[in-house]
């Protein structure tokens, strides 16, 4: 209890207190008043529009088949609450202590909640036998930056100190996609989760915001898709996550700038072939790995030491959210791609990260 008190001023501290800014800052300016007043209204109309699509699945299409096990909440964010997946040995009695996964959902840090990645944390507890408790945490623009970083450590920390759910504290592992895959590189860096965190498996996450949207849409691995949401919504979600005069290269905010030391030991990049993310994505395994980053182009896949890179070919970026697709040919073909990263994936926990 004493750790998420900490944790609760620390947050106080860090919105309160000027930016700190780093040697070679690149700092988020001021918006003009007429991309502000656009963007907050673009942004408020993708919250509300998956709001409504999220409350018309639950009340009209319910699905019993990826309910969590049981839903709680902790006293350090009494508002937040988390899904606990446990796997069929467990909801028998068993009180073998098994391996943590910690699932963090994506949405651009500003919408949706952990109910979106209800089909892939049941999926992923019966398929690894883990336990998979999927974290909610505060939106922007009402909270920006660094809140959505701390509700995951304090939250996640609660859960790790859970002595009602039989973990293996020596085998936890956190992952999410896109801005839940950056919030898992970003809150196992605070001192309340340092040493905790075993691994982390990132799925298509934006690791470095010192570059806009538009460059990265300019430079981007894989040209032959002419379009992309992230190019068209990105500066809107830029602005409303970061906030003016931070400094961007700040490694809470773009863990691309951490050390190892900063990060878990085991870390999985995950992109996507035609995301415009893909590049900062590969850049930061590369660094990690010790691998000289290519001029251009990219491998598809490889370990080195602790560090394991996979690109999902042929995809774009959200390419695991079964999140109003429609069926179809192009959707097998995208669940095969799914299925062969997640088993990549899963054999790199359980041959690699789990029995050093």
């Avoid at 950056?182 to 075993?198: D, H, K, M, N, V």
Wanted: aromatic fraction near 10%.
């Amino acid at each position: 209890m004493k750790a998420h008190t900490q944790l609760d001023e620390q947050a106080e501290a860090w919105l309160s207190a000027p930016p700190v800014l780093s040697e070679t800052p690149i700092v988020a300016e001021l918006e003009s008043i007429s991309l502000r007043i656009q963007y907050f209204f673009l942004v408020w109309a993708v919250k509300i529009a998956i709001t409504l699509q999220l409350a018309y699945l639950r009340i009209f299409k319910p699905t019993s088949e990826t309910q969590p096990t049981f839903v709680k909440t902790y006293s350090c964010r009494p508002k937040l609450p988390v899904r606990v997946f446990l796997p069929k040995s467990h909801r028998e009695g068993s009180k073998t202590a098994l391996p943590l996964y910690i699932d963090i959902h994506g949405g651009g840090f500003v919408t949706c909640d952990a109910s979106i990645d209800d089909p892939f944390c049941k999926s992923w507890c019966e398929r690894t036998g883990m336990v998979v408790v999927s974290l909610n945490y505060r939106k922007a623009p009402v909270h920006q930056f660094p809140v959505p970083t701390l509700d995951i450590a304090a939250i996640a920390r609660a859960v790790i100190d859970d002595e009602t759910l039989d973990i293996d504290k020596s085998r936890v592992v956190m992952g999410g996609f896109s801005a839940g895959g950056s919030l898992a590189l970003t809150s196992c860096q605070l001192p309340e989760l340092q040493g905790l965190i075993r691994a982390a498996v990132s799925y298509y996450p934006p690791v470095d915001w010192s570059h806009p949207p538009p460059v990265k849409w300019a430079h981007r691995l894989c040209t032959e898709k002419k379009t992309e949401s992230l190019n068209t919504v990105g500066p809107a979600l830029n602005w409303a996550y970061v906030p003016t005069n931070q400094d961007r290269t700040e490694k809470l905010l773009s863990p691309t700038y951490a050390t190892k030391q900063e990060l878990p030991k085991w870390v999985c990049m995950i992109a996507a072939q035609h995301d415009m993310l893909c590049r900062e994505a590969r850049n930061m395994i590369y660094s990690l790995a010790d691998k000289e980053v290519p001029e251009s182009g990219w491998e598809q896949g490889w370990e080195r030491g602790t560090y394991k890179w996979l690109l999902a070919e042929g995809v774009r970026h959200g390419f695991t959210d079964e999140f109003g697709r429609k069926q179809g040919r192009s959707q097998d073909a995208r669940r095969q791609v799914c299925e062969a990263v997640y088993a990549s994936v899963h054999d790199w926990l359980e041959t690699k990260v789990f029995v050093e």
